[in-house]
């Protein structure tokens, strides 16, 4: 595996032709920055710029209210609503030791889930309603029409990723029948030049789930870790996302594609905003290292999980969330 000291770029143009020919073109680049790298811009992804535009400016309108409304929406037990500063510290990382909580703030909706399922009546796997905030109508609407947007893309990148495996693009739909999806909000005050060495925005971590697509402002302070153990940055690109893939990437394909540690420092003086979409399998999708990555010569790396108890282990012992 080679080390890499920039972020690569793909294309997204030719999935949006329809043709076997243009997922397949897409997919060998897929396969071969995902096995190195882990991150990557997408561009010609077919999201209007305005509507990025549109939920960015929400989010700053969101963390621009005073601190009295958003704690009136704090986090609850569902991991929805409003994160506080210092409300979040990666204990469970095998990657720097960050013993300050992450500087940063933000929004979380997830996924709706039907009132009639086991888990919204048990109350148990974050299956419960969204919060949001009072008296911006517009607010609700701009990030309800952005997360749908969000949510067709990831679904059309499972099916590039499905044939980068060598698979078929209906191959992983089973995963994602219901998927847990995340949209958060972030937000970074701006910190001083001169900061302690475990003091991060968000300190260096691996994504739990199967991929995330990032939007970023102008700012910057996106850094990922190369094989070689330095930080590279990841500089914003107007019209573009970053996609990086997860921990069930790396452990379905057995580690032959890669989850990459990533961290971001604001340094900038300026405030930051980011816009992490995280799209991941069903809650109760059974997750093991796929057939085509493992033989005899090759056996599986890692056991079969329910995915719900991956995420919800990492959650609690990560994050202060309402009661």
Known sequence: MKSFEKIPHIDLAPIFTHTDTGLLSVADQVRQIYTNVGFA??????????????????????????LNKKL???QNKFFRGY??????????????????????EAFIIANEVSEESEDFKLEQNLAGPNQWPEDMPEFKETITTYYKSMQALAKRMVQVFAMAFGLSPDALDNYFREPTIFLRLQYYPEQPDII???????????DYGFLTLLAQDTVGGLQVKNQEGAWIDVPPEPGSFILNSGDMIKWMTNDNF??????????????????????????????????????????????????????????????????
Do not use: C, W
């Open 41 to 66: 811009y997408l561009i010609n992804h077919g999201i209007s710029e305005d509507l990025v535009q549109a939920a960015f400016q929400a989010a700053r309108d969101f963390h621009n209210l005073p």
């Open 72 to 74: 009136k929406i704090r």
């Open 83 to 104: 994160m506080p500063r210092k409300a979040s510290r990666f204990e469970l990382s095998t990657l720097e030791k960050a013993s300050k909580p992450n500087q940063s």
């Open 196 to 206: 302690p060495e475990d003091q991060y925005g968000i300190a260096p971590h691996t």
């Open 258 to 323: 890669i989850s990459t540690p990533h961290r971001v420092i604001n340094r900038s003086g300026k405030k930051r905003y980011a816009i992490p979409f995280f799209f991941e399998p069903s809650m109760h999708a059974e997750i093991a290292p796929l057939d085509i990555f493992k033989d005899a010569n090759n056996p599986a790396k890692y056991p079969r999980i329910e995915y719900a108890d991956h995420l919800m282990t990492r959650i609690k012992s990560n994050y202060s969330i309402g009661a």
